[in-house]
């Protein structure tokens, strides 16, 4: 099983490699906003300077994958999620903040950096919802978040716009882009690198997968994805 997965991690980033030459290249969310020619739908790739496949420093990891809109009758855009995860530029409480509680990957990303840091707010991640005071307090760890997410995270997107639903493809692309790459309770292939920022995450998902994910880092990949991966590569520009 372990070499099967080690052919469709190839498969996989070939795929990863022909796509960001075909959307041409990567993206940076510091650069990006929602007047830009972003799809409705689709799934994204999320990279993280530093982290490369073992042994090959010319390519780069995927360590996060994402979508958008799998309940039925959502109306979230793939530009909407993406924002989230960029935070504002202009909040109530300063420049480049954000809303962790609306956005998953800031959540943990800012508990990792909280920890690699040794800073003080204990309200990070409590609840769904929070008062002024208390988003004012965390405002400095929304800015780091920021900060990271936008200049040192670089990304890129496949267009698979189809409806929203648990059984999209979207959803079966990132449920089973993610259970391939993770690593937890699985064989270790492409490790992260020994000073990554997700060891310092509270998570054991997180740590041991080597991704910005939780869900679906436990589950068994079913490698026909990757036949509709390529398909919606393919037809990009058609």
Known sequence: MSSLRKQNIVSFYKLINE???IIGGRRYLRDCNGRMN???RG???FFEEGEHLKDQKGNSRVVRVGTHAIIEGSRATLWRRL???KGNENGNFGENGGNHRG????KILGEAIINNKNLKCDTWG???NATVNIREHEHFVEEKVSDYIRNKMPFIFVEINDDPSPASDRAFVERNSIALLSNFQKDIIHPPSEDWLGYNSNRERVQKSGLWN???????YD???LLVLKKYINNIGN
């Open 19 to 21: 796509l960001e030459d």
């Open 38 to 40: 972003f799809p409705d």
């Open 43 to 45: 799934v994204y790739f």
């Open 83 to 85: 924002s989230q995860h």
């Open 103 to 106: 956005s998953i990957f800031r």
């Open 126 to 128: 409590e609840g769904n």
């Open 214 to 220: 939780q869900n679906h880092v436990d589950e068994t």
């Open 223 to 225: 490698p026909d994805f």
